[in-house]
């Protein structure tokens, strides 16, 4: 991805020096037009990759990043099926059945593999959670942290837990 990004550019870099030396005012607007045009198409195949990726939640969005940045970070690629999972999930909104997972990998992708494969690559990835409470439910928003046990509410529910187990002792 990061060189067809690249490529990209370097054919916005080109218009735009094009632009400089072209004489032609109506030609200048053209080709001016035409790079405004391109360095859209760069905004939104960065934002489709992010879209598409299976990212390092901690990271965000790595694809607008230079290549020789991204050759001195110490990332593991995602393989194509894992992206694709990501890319399933969040095309229900971010949360997806195990069944939702395996069309949608068809229907998107043309790809059929077996229930206990796909369950199995879903647990490992380090960008796919289990839904709390959902059997077969994944998401790619990252549940909350362990909650806070000093907060308030936590140690009004921790004191009324604690009352109720008094009234239950026998002795």
Known sequence: MAESVESVKAVSVFLRSAVEKNANPDTKAKLAAFADVVDAAVDDLIHLRGLTSALPPDLGNIYDLPAELLEELS??????????????????????????????????????????????????????????????????????????????????????????????VPF
């Not at 936590?154 to 009234?167: G, W």
């Open 75 to 168: 990332i593991a690629k995602a393989d194509d099926l894992e992206d694709q999972l990501v890319t399933v999930i969040n095309a229900y909104g971010g949360e997806a059945s195990l069944d939702q997972v395996l069309v949608g990998l068809f229907r998107k992708f043309k790809i059929s593999q077996k229930r206990r494969f796909i369950q199995n690559k879903l647990y490992r990835m380090d960008m796919v959670w289990s839904v709390d409470g959902r059997k077969g439910f994944y998401t790619t928003i990252k549940p909350d942290e362990v909650p806070d046990i000093l907060s308030p509410d936590h140690l009004r529910d921790l004191k009324e837990t604690s009352v109720d187990m008094e009234d239950e």
